[in-house]
């Protein structure tokens, strides 16, 4: 079937397919044609105009837009999507003054998720987690990375992954999937645990074929330098690139080791010396910022408009989980960029689009209207343009979503 979208006001982040990831100046560009046309073909973008170029054709599904805006859906690089439950009583404690640390040397964070999560069956985590999803996508994402790490037993590890593969056949959007077994130590003996993933776990997850990528907090009091570097080496063994959570609280030399892997993305990076940006300019390790976490958690931002100014390209992400950053909402991640961050509206809306698709290899499907990309598209309410996403904070700009070319 084939449907064509008329009467659009802006057609936004309009690119021919091959177009480098965008750096420095670059990110403050998002084409757009005014006043355009859209047609989607067996669920890709097949062409697109000016009104004044457009000829209907027979048999063809006309939608008359009336002046609304169009834009690619989001692309989010980096979540925590499958989990037991909230975990809001940390929300608590995190108002009434602990901060993230104290928290989990309470009994808190990532092994009080891991705890609950152990206890849970495959059937009802996949079933909360699809219900989640289907949220997701109703605010805008139209492509995804899950990752595993609420496991941290062979079991639940394997049963986490097992979940993002069948959200994987459950939803038609693009879902990629992160073995993070490297998220925190389950107990004192983190020898044991080490030679645990690398010896079976990792096997295990290559067998089944469950995961695109490997992960590791790389951070004081979780997994250091050396530790992160035989996991990646590792994941080399197995097919699975990096990418990788550093800097979120100190600078201990994280990044070097994951550029040296050659890592997909390093993400957090709320901490960011000048000489790891340089390291970063020479490499095509893409750097990713999570505002939601710095806002939620109440730490520092990413320097975002430091890594653009230096001409590097930025991703911005939601970092979504029951802990640190309880928002899958990148239209709020964009209005962080943009407020906490200092980004252009522009340039928060790439990292959150076209960049981002780059964070997770999926730059030929998604991130931008293309033809020949995957038709996911948000369809704005009347009167917004692309300075409403990040400055109607906490306020619905989407009027309708489409996931390859059909309403969702």
């Known amino acids: 079937m084939t449907k064509t979208f008329i009467n659009i006001s802006q057609l936004v982040q309009v690119r021919e397919q091959g177009t480098n990831i965008l750096r420095g100046a670059m990110m403050a560009d998002v084409p757009s044609i005014a006043n355009a046309w859209l047609k989607v073909e067996d669920g890709t973008i097949s062409d697109f105009g000016t009104m004044d170029t457009f000829q209907p054709e027979g048999g063809e599904e006309v939608i008359d837009l009336k002046g609304r805006m169009v834009t690619p859906t989001f692309v989010d690089s980096h979540t925590h999507l499958v989990f037991a439950e909230d975990r809001d009583e940390e929300y608590v404690m995190k108002i009434k003054g602990m901060d993230y640390q104290s928290i989990a040397e309470a009994g808190g964070g990532i092994l009080n998720s891991a ?79 080490m030679n645990t993933m690398i010896q079976e776990m990792l096997p295990e997850v290559y067998s089944q074929q469950l995961a695109d990528y490997i992960d590791c907090f790389c951070e004081e009091g979780y997994y250091t330098v050396e530790q992160m570097d035989r996991i990646l080496e590792a994941g080399e063994k197995f097919d699975l690139k990096g990418k990788v959570h550093v800097n979120q609280f100190n600078s201990i030399g994280g990044i070097e080791k994951a550029i040296e892997h050659g890592a997909v993305s390093v993400d957090h990076l709320e901490v960011l010396t000048d000489e790891e940006i340089s390291l970063l300019k020479d490499s095509d390790t893409i750097p990713v910022a999570l505002p939601g976490c710095s806002f939620f958690i109440r730490i520092p931002y990413t320097p975002g408009r430091k890594i653009i100014d230096n001409g590097l390209p930025l991703v911005i992400a939601s970092d979504f989980n029951p802990g640190s950053a309880p928002s899958f909402n990148l239209s709020f991640a964009n209005s962080l960029g943009c407020l906490k961050m200092g980004l252009q509206p522009e340039e928060a809306f790439n990292a959150t689009t076209f960049n981002a698709a780059f964070a997770l290899e999926l730059e030929s499907e998604v991130g931008s209207i293309t033809k020949g990309k995957r038709a996911n598209f948000i369809i704005a309410k009347a009167g917004k343009n692309l300075n409403s996403i990040s400055y109607n904070f906490g306020v619905d700009w989407i009027d309708e979503v489409y996931i390859s070319g059909d309403k969702f």
């Open 115 to 193: 705890r609950k999560l152990q206890r849970m069956s495959l059937e009802e985590l996949t079933e909360r987690a699809a219900v989640r999803l289907n949220e997701v996508i109703r605010s805008g994402t139209g492509a995804i990375e899950i990752k595993s790490g609420y496991g941290l037993t062979m079991e639940a590890e394997i049963k986490m992954l097992q979940v993002i593969s069948r959200l994987s056949e459950i939803f038609t959007i693009p879902i990629k999937t992160t073995f993070l077994g490297a998220h925190a130590f389950p107990d004192r003996d983190q020898e044991k645990y």
